[in-house]
């Protein structure tokens, strides 16, 4: 009888640990960066929200360094990049873990005839040397280059893939993706970039090099402008459980079909 009610005791225990998974888990991990990963994590926090419902998945859109920079100064759990991990950066310790790819989308207002350029036509327009979309075979209008701010995710990725780092002149530079996507759609004469997830009918995005930007794609490497999204830890750092928990769900096949119905591509 005592052996029952012992087994007895220990399922319930068990039962009212919190988290669906009996895991024990309950808390709080905070993560920061990228903006342009908010659909992603938006994903994931609901999916991880199910299999662990004692914790609770804080996320805040600071813009990739600033989040690299709270993972290594310990200020949150995980920082969120939406570009590679800089040599500085790593040798202060960053630590990324690619939880999916993303297209760097180049895109138009749909009014824009133009469908079709290469990298190297994308270096001279965002460098200034072509000034006009009659240089292309456009209209006559004058080309206004729409961009991020320092810092962002999006911005370093495009500019160091298209080879134009720190040679930009922007017109207007924006501290969001919905503010660029909102800008060029507005502007006949436009051009700028953002995440593939965030491409909408407000816009159109650029073939670039004959290759459309598509998961199919990014994912087998033909389209030439994308980039890793980054979970980032600090290295000698130890995760809260309930920190390390999210971060091997996101890197888990399980979590694949998540970030697919978010728009970016699972590696």
Not at 48 to 73: M, P
Request: hydrophobic share 40%.
């Amino acid at each position: 009888m005592k052996k029952i009610v012992g087994m007895l005791l220990a399922v319930l225990l068990l039962a009212g640990c919190g988290g669906r998974a009996g895991t024990g888990l309950g808390g709080t991990v905070n993560t920061d960066g990228s903006t342009s990963m908010a659909d992603v994590m938006a994903a994931l926090q609901e999916a991880f929200r199910e299999k662990e419902s004692g914790v609770t998945v804080n996320y805040s859109g600071t813009g990739s360094g600033s989040g690299i920079e709270a993972a290594l100064r310990g200020t949150c759990d995980i920082g969120l990049s939406s570009r590679e991990l800089k040599d500085s950066e790593r040798d202060q310790g960053a630590v990324g873990h690619t939880v999916a790819l993303d297209g760097v989308a180049v895109i138009v207002n749909p009014l824009n005839p133009i469908s079709d350029l290469t990298v190297e036509e994308l270096a001279l327009i965002f460098t200034g040397e072509i000034s006009s979309w009659s240089q292309l075979g456009g209209g006559a209008g004058p080309i206004a280059v729409y961009g991020r701010e320092a810092g962002s995710g999006t911005r370093g990725a495009f500019e160091e893939l298209v080879g134009v780092e720190d040679r930009c002149t922007y017109t207007n530079e924006y501290s969001s993706t919905g503010d660029v996507v909102g800008s060029v759609a507005s502007n006949p004469n436009a051009i700028g970039y953002t995440s593939l997830s965030a491409v909408d009918g407000t816009v159109a995005a650029l073939k670039i090099g004959g290759a459309v930007c598509t998961e199919d794609t990014v994912r087998d490497g033909t389209y030439p402008i994308q980039r890793p999204f980054l979970l980032v830890t600090r290295e000698g750092a130890e995760l809260s459980g309930e920190a390390q928990a999210f971060l091997d769900f996101a890197l888990s096949e399980a979590a694949a079909p998540y970030i697919t119905k978010a728009g970016a591509v699972a590696p």
